[in-house]
């Protein structure tokens, strides 16, 4: 049976389009009966997925940003079951922060030598059950992080912005970071957990929060490493509450991430746990954006759960 390959040709700035024969042959090389099919709009890798799994394929490979590659991990999913158990999901992650979460060099060339020794390994997945701004149920499946807050703003707006496909997302992020901390209000939230491993008991908070992240890889936001002991296969969430306040501690605590100081930082809280719910409390101003593997997916209330050994993914 041939495995697919699903490809986002505007990935890296167009690099992945101009360089595609290239990457497609280094591919062939791993996957020598191989079909091929390129995305060009938001949410079309899924259903190309969806696709190729129904007619066999037990080797799906997707080729892009952190975006296109969430999509293609959604398209294995219908209606919450697995199209297919026996497929392997592989990923060539562009630029972005699922490869970084694994230990992979992102880019291209860095992504198809990590294929050539990977391994078939049975992964914890992510799923999130929030609702869309207009109130409408949204389900998600993510393999590196899930968040929402602050984070789930930034991403919402670089989303939405055509100069990250010109300019690249790392400065486009840096612009839109500093816009959505201007805006920003603190929030209160009430975090739920019914089991915290290691502590015992369940957990019951109310908290003013800036973000809140739930990790199966140690990356995000760009490259912080939220969770650098984050594990995909424990059945576990690295949980990570960074607490609100003014802009200038927002900002001297995302600094704190990015120099890996934030684990011992009072203005965080670090927790595992299988599940989380988080709702607004009636003083939150607005919605709580909630964002998977860099992606908007919706609003608050939301249940995040860890699938434990969910899917075949090469790593």
């Not at 037990?58 to 296109?68: E, K, P, Q, S």
């Not at 739930?214 to 576990?236: E, K, T």
């Not at 964002?291 to 899917?311: I, K, R, W």
Request: glycine share 14%; aromatic share 6%.
């Amino acid at each position: 049976m041939t495995a697919f390959a699903v490809f986002n040709p505007a990935s890296d700035r167009g690099r992945t389009g101009r360089n595609w024969a290239r990457i497609e042959d280094a591919l062939g090389s791993i996957f020598p009966l191989l079909d091929v099919a390129a995305t060009h709009g938001p949410g079309q890798a899924a259903h190309l997925v969806r696709d190729a799994l129904r007619e066999g394929h037990l080797d799906i490979i997707a080729v892009g940003g952190d975006g296109t590659i969430n999509e293609a991990l959604n398209g294995f999913f219908d209606h919450g079951a697995l199209v297919s158990r026996e497929a392997v999901f592989s990923f060539v992650n562009t630029g972005g922060d699922i490869a970084r979460g694994f230990g992979i060099e992102p880019g291209a060339v860095g992504g198809v030598a990590h294929l050539r020794q990977s391994r078939i390994r049975k992964v914890d997945l992510g799923r999130v059950s929030c609702v869309s701004p207009d109130g409408a149920p949204v389900m998600r499946y993510f393999l590196g992080e899930a968040s929402f807050g602050l984070s789930g703003a930034i991403a919402g707006s670089l989303g939405r912005d055509r100069i990250a496909r010109l300019l690249g997302r790392g400065f486009a992020r840096r612009l839109h970071t500093m816009a959505q901390l201007l805006a920003w209000r603190d929030c209160r939230v009430r975090l739920m957990a019914p089991d915290i491993h290691g502590h015992g008991g369940g957990y019951d908070e109310i908290a003013g929060i800036a973000t809140v992240v739930l990790a199966n890889g140690r990356s995000f936001g760009g490259g912080l490493r939220v969770a650098p002991d984050a594990s995909a296969q424990d059945g576990l969430f690295d949980m990570t509450v960074m607490a609100g306040g003014s802009r200038w501690r927002i900002l001297r605590e995302l600094g704190a991430i990015r120099r890996g100081a934030h684990l011992t930082d009072p203005g965080f809280r670090m927790l595992r746990t299988a599940r989380l719910t988080a709702a607004p409390t009636v003083d939150t101003l607005g919605p709580v954006p909630v964002e998977t593997d860099g992606q908007s997916a919706g609003v608050l209330p939301a249940t995040f759960e860890n699938l434990p050994g969910a899917m075949n993914i090469r790593l």
